[in-house]
T-cell receptor, first 115, second 117 residues
Framework: NAGVMQNPRHLVRRRGQEARLRCSPMKGHSHVYWYRQLPEEGLKFMVYLQKENIIDESGMPKERFSAEFPKEGPSILRIQQVVRGDSAAYFC?????????????FGEGSRLTVL | DQQVKQNSPSLSVQEGRISILNCDYTNSMFDYFLWYKKYPAEGPTFLISISSIKDKNEDGRFTVFLNKSAKHLSLHIVPSQPGDSAVYFCAARWGSAGGTSYGKLTFGQGTILTVHP
């Protein structure tokens, strides 16, 4: 009965490198969301995906950020050419297809530090 | 543009007393409001929600009140316990068309609740 699994839990990158964060939703959940929490702030929506489809990416920065949720395997949030401002906690959440109340199940987060 | 605001960064309460956490919002298109609890180094955990057509929802020690005219909601915890000490986030969900499951939430900044034994 595993929950939402995220890895790595901690990631350190130097400016200009790439960061890849992975998320496996709860069993039976087909909807995945990525949120970002900057220090001292609330969580900010980034992107909503279903299998092989990006449904809403209105919260994603236009450059350097991309997300996917392939038919097989975890969802991946990719940040190219990281900058110090990308340092944050990135949370993945999932929901079942028939739940329509906004209730999300969150993973423990991936904490990205850019040196 | 902060559409969901939690104006109290922190709240300190004695064990056994009531904790009241407040949240204000500006967007009338929100259709669900939710409260999440978060411990350090963990992800948020869902606590309780309320539909915009209701004014109260209760689940054990937790009750959420919604005042649509004031665009204000509050979470009451009675009685408060030391294990309730955490950061509490208020969140609001955009109304979705077609009844699709949609988890695009707008979060407040959070309130740190400390319950003293």
């Amino acid at each position: 009965n595993a929950g939402v699994m995220q890895n790595p839990r901690h990631l350190v990158r130097r400016r200009g490198q790439e960061a890849r964060l992975r998320c496996s939703p709860m069993k039976g959940h087909s909807h995945v969301y990525w949120y970002r929490q900057l220090p001292e702030e609330g969580l900010k929506f980034m992107v909503y995906l279903q299998k092989e489809n990006i449904i809403d990416e209105s919260g994603m920065p236009k450059e350097r950020f991309s997300a996917e949720f392939p038919k097989e395997g975890p969802s991946i949030l990719r940040i190219q050419q990281v900058v110090r401002g990308d340092s944050a906690a990135y949370f993945c959440a999932s929901s079942p297809p028939n739940k329509n109340t906004g209730e999300l199940f969150f993973g423990e987060g991936s904490r990205l530090t850019v040196l | 543009d902060q559409q969901v605001k939690q104006n109290s960064p922190s709240l300190s309460v004695q064990e056994g007393r009531i904790s009241i956490l407040n949240c204000d919002y500006t967007n009338s298109m929100f259709d669900y409001f939710l409260w999440y609890k978060k411990y350090p180094a963990e992800g948020p955990t869902f606590l309780i929600s309320i539909s915009s057509i209701k004014d109260k929802n209760e689940d054990g020690r937790f009750t959420v009140f919604l005042n649509k005219s004031a665009k204000h909601l509050s979470l009451h915890i009675v009685p408060s316990q030391p294990g309730d000490s955490a950061v509490y986030f208020c969140a609001a969900r955009w109304g979705s068309a077609g009844g699709t499951s949609y988890g695009k939430l707008t979060f407040g900044q959070g309130t740190i609740l400390t319950v003293h034994p």
